[in-house]
């Protein structure tokens, strides 16, 4: 392996020299910076990142850690994300650690990774209203953003869909085909999401003057299956609802299936909307009405944030080529309007 010292002798310059023009450093001439980087590249030299991060006490490497309600990449809402995290990581030359946790280990996993000094920041997504993940690095001040808020902190950086205007905007679209019986069936509202967005939809159903009835209300998970098994039990009450709102697509594509085997013809029967726009919505049987999130740029926006978190933490260490006027960020998504409304 050609070494610091190997570049040194072929450019007759000290091994302090070699290293801060490979670096850049601005008090080495421009000359001698031009010199040594090239020779180091006709010399096939590959820097020992191990060591340079150690010397700054750097992992040079951000972590996510799928949320205990994810599938991970089975999850097409989490694989996305991911590409844009990964994506953005890369542009920016950091590395990205990617671990799962069951529910009984996760905060044991931030734990050990933040002690031992495996990563500088941690991008957190699926936030819930009170967050363990959020208390634990605030109360340690460990670098980290967000794909969602959450009720008792304010002061971290984060992205965010604006839920109740987009619910406000699925509401209207629903009222003004003439629904007034619209069943929600919603992921934990332990989640802030979920929370959310359920709040936007009862506050808009009185806005117009009518009332979102709790038996109409389906509290579950955030999968296929359950949109099936919520549907069923909403199709069986004896005043069931004309449209339904999941709080995902995926959520959506059960209670399309569900709705299908019994006969009922979606978007005359039984009207149906997601959340995410997910590239599946379009392309199901009918295709899906649902909310637009940009997942992609989301994931490479709250990057830029962690990375803008953790320079203002270390500006010595960490340079990054792109940033953020803002730390906190409230994204208005949009209402795709498709065959199952």
């Keep these: 392996m050609v070494t610091l ?3 040194g002798l072929r450019v007759n310059r000290s091994v302090t020299t070699v290293s801060r023009a490979l670096s850049g450093c601005s008090d080495v001439s421009p000359d001698t910076i031009q010199l040594v980087q090239e020779t180091a590249k006709q010399m096939g030299y590959v820097p020992n990142t191990l060591a340079q991060r150690l010397q700054k006490k750097s992992a040079d490497t951000i972590g996510i850690i799928a949320p205990v309600s994810s599938m991970g990449y089975a999850e097409s809402f989490f694989c996305e994300l991911l590409a844009g995290i990964g994506e953005e990581a890369s542009l920016q030359g950091i590395d990205l650690l990617v671990a799962y946790a069951k529910e009984e280990n996760e905060m044991a996993i931030y734990k050990k990774l933040v002690t031992g ?10 936030t819930l209203r009170d967050d363990p ?27 965010e869909e604006d839920g109740e205007y987009a619910m406000a905007q699925l509401v209207d679209h629903l009222v003004g085909r003439g629904h007034t019986r619209i069943a929600c069936i919603c992921p934990p509202l332990s989640v802030m999401f979920s929370a959310v967005r359920l709040r936007g939809v009862k506050k808009r159903l009185a806005e117009l003057g009518l009332e979102l009835d709790p038996s109409l209300v389906r509290e579950g998970s955030f999968d296929q299956k359950d949109g099936y098994d919520q549907t069923n039990i909403l199709l069986d009450l004896p005043n069931p ?13 059960g209670v399309i299936n569900a709705a299908k085997e019994r006969g009922l013809k979606i978007g005359r029967d ?9 590239p ?29 978190s953790i ?15 803002k730390s906190q960020i409230l994204l208005r998504p949009n209402l795709i309007i498709r065959a199952s409304t």
């Design 241 to 253: 609802p004309t449209a339904i709102i999941g709080f995902n697509d995926i959520i959506a594509f």
């Design 133 to 159: 993940r959020v208390n634990y690095l605030s109360s340690v001040q460990f670098p980290f953003a967000a794909f969602g808020m959450v009720e008792n902190h304010h002061d971290f950086p984060y992205v």
């Design 280 to 308: 599946m919505a379009s392309l199901y049987r009918p295709p899906l009405t649902t909310v637009n999130q940009p997942i992609h740029e989301i994931g490479s926006m709250v990057t830029r944030l962690l990375l803008q």
């Design 311 to 325: 320079q203002e933490k270390h500006p010595k260490n960490h340079h990054t080529n792109s940033s953020l006027e």
């Design 270 to 278: 039984l009207a149906v909307t997601g959340f995410d726009d997910i």
């Design 117 to 126: 000094g495996r990563v500088d920041g941690f991008i957190l997504s699926r």
């Design 5 to 7: 010292k190997d570049i």
